[in-house]
């Protein structure tokens, strides 16, 4: 392995040992469920930088989706800068935020002439307008944050269509992007089991999560069905054109 990988490993190895000091701290199942959700997470981002660095090369990543990535987290953990809940909490989304605009750095910066525009051509403008207007009619609280907040999560929900729409007009995608893409998908999915259990247990519902998170799930549903019978089976992942 390339030694330029190895400060993403001990990132990898630090949000870990604090990930399980976390759950140590909170026994719930929910807690653990939240816990996994959040390493998949991390899987995915770390998956995704190291092919990108190791490759020196962003093909066949969309360029458009690492945007709407960084604009998803910048405006979800604004209350960085207001509010301090915990040690975990707060590394967890310095690294999101960092490891959003690293990659859009690299893609567009760094590895500028291995990107492939001419197939990342989703009009994500028709993305992000509806959904800022969504953030403004149907949120928790009309303030500034919180509308902010709920933009981030309705944007997260369809986040990943110019990478599957790309995906979709090259026909096919690599193995190591098949990977990020799958632990993309199963960070919602334990999130989504997450607010299904607190619901059950302990009577905590918000719509607006479990609505978005219902919608991004189904977006990888055709994903996850192509990745356990091919790429589990080293077959290389095609999207019919």
């Given at each position: 392995?390339?030694?330029?990988?190895?400060?993403?490993l001990q990132l990898g190895a630090v949000v870990l040992a604090t990930s399980l000091?976390?759950?140590?701290?909170?026994?719930?199942?929910?807690?653990?469920?939240?816990?996994?959700?959040?390493?998949?997470?991390?899987?995915?981002?770390?998956?995704?930088?190291?092919?990108?660095?190791?490759?020196?090369?962003?093909?066949?990543?969309?360029?458009?989706?690492?945007?709407?990535?960084?604009?998803?987290?910048?405006?979800?953990?604004?209350?960085?800068?207001?509010?301090?809940?915990?040690?975990?909490?707060?590394?967890?989304?310095?690294?999101?935020?960092?490891?959003?605009?690293?990659?859009?750095?690299?893609?567009?910066?760094?590895?500028?002439?291995?990107?492939?525009?001419?197939?990342?051509?989703?009009?994500?403008?028709?993305?992000?307008?509806?959904?800022?207007?969504l953030a403004f009619l149907v949120n928790h609280d009309f303030s500034p944050l919180?509308?902010?907040?709920?933009?981030?999560?309705?944007?997260?929900?369809?986040?990943?269509?110019?990478?599957?729409?790309?995906?979709?007009?090259?026909?096919?995608?690599?193995?190591?992007?098949?990977?990020?893409?799958?632990?993309?998908?199963?960070?919602?999915?334990?999130?989504?089991?997450?607010?299904?259990?607190?619901?059950?247990?302990?009577?905590?519902?918000?719509?607006?999560?479990?609505?978005?998170?219902?919608?991004?799930?189904?977006?990888?549903?055709?994903?996850?069905?192509?990745?356990?019978?091919?790429?589990?089976?080293?077959?290389?992942?095609?999207?019919?054109?």
């Open positions: 392995m390339s030694t330029r990988a190895f400060p993403l000091s976390h759950v140590a701290h909170y026994s719930p199942f929910f807690h653990f469920l939240k816990l996994t959700g959040d390493l998949s997470h991390l899987a995915a981002i770390i998956i995704l930088l190291l092919k990108i660095w190791k490759t020196r090369s962003c093909a066949g990543i969309s360029g458009k989706s690492q945007v709407l990535f960084a604009l998803v987290f910048t405006t979800r953990y604004l209350d960085l800068l207001t509010s301090f809940i915990s040690l975990y909490n707060t590394t967890m989304k310095i690294i999101y935020i960092g490891c959003a605009y690293a990659t859009v750095y690299l893609i567009y910066i760094k590895f500028k002439a291995t990107y492939d525009g001419n197939h990342d051509t989703f009009r994500v403008e028709f993305l992000v307008v509806p959904v800022g207007g919180e509308i902010l907040w709920t933009f981030s999560i309705y944007l997260e929900s369809v986040a990943i269509l110019p990478q599957l729409f790309m995906i979709s007009k090259t026909g096919e995608a690599e193995t190591i992007t098949t990977h990020y893409l799958f632990f993309l998908g199963l960070y919602r999915a334990l999130y989504l089991i997450n607010w299904i259990w607190r619901f059950y247990f302990e009577g905590f519902f918000d719509m607006i999560a479990i609505v978005a998170g219902v919608v991004q799930t189904i977006l990888y549903c055709d994903f996850f069905y192509l990745y356990v019978t091919k790429v589990l089976k080293g077959k290389k992942l095609s999207l019919p054109a």
